[in-house]
């Protein structure tokens, strides 16, 4: 074949089969996920959190478990943003600090921010969020073992009454993007 039929063709983009469990590589660019290992360090200057395995994705960030300290260790949740040139992480943030100045004392549904600190990387800056380790993800148990009755009754209780807390105390839940199936934390 000549060179013009390859130089007509167009530019290659590898198209993964979707994997609920994987995100999506091409994700890992300019503006988007950070990359991280199992076993890197990721410092927020007063801390160092050494990754020890990855507890999921979302549109606009993955999520790991870290251990804090070698001699007794701690377990969390660090959650890093995409580098978008949006704020949504910022208003994350913001969300998290507004709860702590206006109802310290917290709620047992609504996640705790223990740490956050901004690292950069070869696609950006990136917000990180520390959490406490929460639990496997509720869709995850439905699809392979179900819930019974009696727990999802519980769990939509949990539901509203953190939807109730969150709204009483100027929160209101949603999300900025168009609905897509996607499977996160």
């Given at each position: 074949m000549d060179d013009?039929?390859?130089?007509?063709l167009p530019p290659f983009r590898y198209c993964a089969p979707r994997l609920d469990d994987i995100e999506n590589v091409e994700n890992y660019a300019p503006g988007g996920y950070h990359p991280v290992?199992?076993?890197d360090v990721i410092s927020s200057g007063e801390r160092d959190y050494e990754v020890v395995h990855k507890l999921g994705h979302g549109g606009c960030a993955t999520i790991w478990l870290v251990r804090l300290g070698a001699q007794s260790p701690t377990y969390?949740?660090?959650k890093i943003l995409c580098a978008d040139n949006d704020d949504y992480p910022d208003r994350e943030l913001a969300i998290f600090e507004h709860l702590k100045a206006v109802a310290s004392d917290g709620h047992p549904n609504v996640v705790d921010l223990q740490d956050s600190f901004k690292i950069s990387g070869p696609n950006g800056?990136?917000?990180c969020l520390v959490f406490?380790?929460?639990?496997p993800c509720l869709q995850n148990i439905y699809r392979k073992t179900g819930i019974s009755g009696a727990v999802r009754y519980d769990l939509c209780r949990q539901v509203a009454s953190a939807m109730a807390y969150l709204h009483h105390h100027g929160v209101c839940h949603g999300d900025r993007r168009l609905y897509r199936k996607?499977?996160?934390l």
């Open positions: 013009d039929y390859f130089n007509s290992d199992i076993g969390h949740a660090l800056l990136h917000q406490p380790v929460l639990g996607q499977y996160s």
